[in-house]
């Protein structure tokens, strides 16, 4: 089975902060993505990397960067986290193009205080 | 620029009786791909089904289908002999064939209430 995993299930931060969310799959998936879920907005995608230190900006790039330097590991920072961050991530990682299933990671939830 | 919508924010349904959720997307690609994802509560999401639009014959997963009318834009999904355990938030996402990247776009969701 296709794991996606990600370093923490909730956390809380101050306004200012930096952040680190990571995320680890074990398929061998090229590609890999960040989103965040807002009630009523459904997903929205903030980064995806087709291939290792190779990255792309989705639709909501704003306030956000990404790291991706192993192969199965793919990091969303925050740089100065604020208020208006606050919501779920969930991290999701695909074999390759041509309409291949998304796996996704149990999400994180953070609040910026 | 392509959009997915979902009309239906809520829905509930007696077990073991049959729902469906809608969902409509625009789009001026030929060669594309739908999906149907749920997301129970408080774990991860998973793919319900997955409809590819050149293909006529609609998706069938189980208990789990699909209406794909291409020419209307219109992708329902259809639950039958619902169960507890489908209680989720359903999203419908579409993806674009002529990307080289997998990237989904999806609905607004729909939670999913199934009533004992």
């Known amino acids: 089975d296709v794991k996606v995993t990600q370093s923490s299930r909730y956390l809380v931060k101050r306004t200012g902060e930096k952040v680190f969310l990571e995320c680890v799959q074990d398929?061998?998936?090229?590609?890999m993505f960040w989103y965040r879920q807002d009630p009523g907005l459904g997903l929205r995608l903030i980064y995806f990397s087709y291939d290792v230190k190779m990255k792309e900006k989705g639709d909501i790039p704003e306030g956000y960067s990404v790291s991706r330097e192993k192969k199965e590991r793919f990091s969303l920072i925050l740089e100065s986290a604020s208020t208006n961050q606050t919501s779920m991530y969930l991290c999701a990682s695909s074999f390759g193009t041509g309409g291949y299933e998304q796996y996704f990671g149990p999400g994180t939830r953070l609040t910026v205080t | 620029a392509q959009t997915v919508t979902q009309s239906q924010p809520e829905m509930s349904v007696q077990e073991a009786e049959t729902v469906t959720l809608s969902c409509t997307y625009d789009?001026?690609?030929?060669?594309?791909?739908l999906f149907w994802y749920k997301q129970p509560p408080s774990r991860q999401m998973i793919l319900v089904i997955r409809?590819?639009?050149?293909?006529?014959q609609n998706a069938t997963e189980n208990r789990f289908s699909v209406n794909f009318q291409k020419a209307a834009k219109s992708f329902s999904l259809k639950i039958s002999d619902s169960q507890l355990g489908d209680t989720a938030m359903y999203f419908c996402?579409?993806?674009?064939?002529?990307?080289?990247?997998?990237?989904?776009?999806f609905g607004q969701g729909t939670t999913l209430q199934v009533k004992p």
């Open positions: 409809q590819e639009a050149y293909k006529q």
């Open positions: 398929m061998d998936h090229e590609n």
């Open positions: 996402a579409f993806l674009y064939g002529s990307s080289n990247t997998g990237k989904l776009i």
């Open positions: 789009t001026s690609e030929s060669n594309y791909y």
